[in-house]
C-alpha cells in the first residue's frame, strides 16, 4: 500500500493532538504547562509534522498522484498543499504563543492557536485518511513499492538533515503523552 507510512505517521499525529487537547483543557482549568511540554509540541508540529510528513507527501505522493493523471492545480493534492500551508502557520503561532506563555503566563493565545491547530490538523487527516488515501491506493497499486521506498528516503533525507530519527520523535510522542497525563 503506497500510504502505509503516511498512514503511520498519522497515527503519530494524532497522538500528539490528543496530548494537545488535553493540554488546551488543562490550561483552561489554570493549570501551568512547562517547557517540558511546550518545546517538544514545538519540535513535533514544526519538524516532523510539517519537513518530515508534508515532505514525504509533497515530494513523494502528490508527485506520484500527479503522474497517474490527478490535477495538482485544483482538486484534493491543490486543497492539501494549501491545508499544508496553513499547517505550517498555525505552528508558527503556537510558538510566539508559547514563548508569550512562557514569559508572562497569559494562556489565552496559546489556547486559541491550539485549538486551532487541533481543529485544522484533526480535519486535514481525516480528508487524507478517507478521502485522498483511497484514492491513491487505488490509482497507485502498480507503483506502491516504488513510492513506498521513495517515501522512506525522503524521511530519512528530512529527519537526518534535522539530526533526528523516527524513533526520537515517538519518543517524543511517548514522553509528551507522559508529561501532560502527569498534570493534575
Not at 502505509?4 to 500528539?16: A, F, P
Amino acid at each position: 500500500m503506497s500510504t502505509q507510512s503516511l498512514r503511520k505517521d498519522h497515527k503519530l499525529i494524532e497522538k500528539v493532538l490528543q496530548a494537545l487537547d488535553t493540554t488546551i483543557k488543562l490550561l483552561k482549568n489554570g493549570k501551568q504547562i512547562p517547557e517540558q511540554i511546550l518545546l517538544p509540541t514545538l519540535d513535533f508540529t514544526q519538524n516532523f509534522t510539517d519537513v518530515c510528513h508534508h515532505g514525504k507527501e509533497e515530494e513523494a505522493l502528490f508527485p506520484a498522484l500527479e503522474k497517474s493523471g490527478m490535477p495538482t492545480s485544483m482538486g484534493p493534492i491543490h486543497m492539501m498543499i494549501i491545508e499544508h500551508k496553513r499547517t505550517k502557520e498555525i505552528a508558527t503561532h503556537i510558538g510566539l504563543a508559547s514563548k508569550k506563555y512562557l514569559e508572562n503566563g497569559d494562556s489565552a493565545y496559546l489556547i486559541e492557536t491550539l485549538e486551532f491547530y487541533v481543529k485544522h490538523v484533526t480535519e486535514h487527516l481525516w480528508k487524507e485518511n478517507n478521502r485522498l488515501f483511497m484514492m491513491a491506493d487505488t490509482r497507485l497499486q502498480s507503483t506502491a513499492n516504488e513510492i513506498d521506498k521513495s517515501l522512506d528516503d525522503i524521511e530519512e533525507k528530512k529527519l537526518q538533515k534535522l539530526g533526528k530519527t523516527r524513533l526520537h520523535y515517538e519518543s517524543l510522542v511517548d514522553e509528551l503523552e507522559k508529561n501532560v497525563s502527569k498534570i493534575n
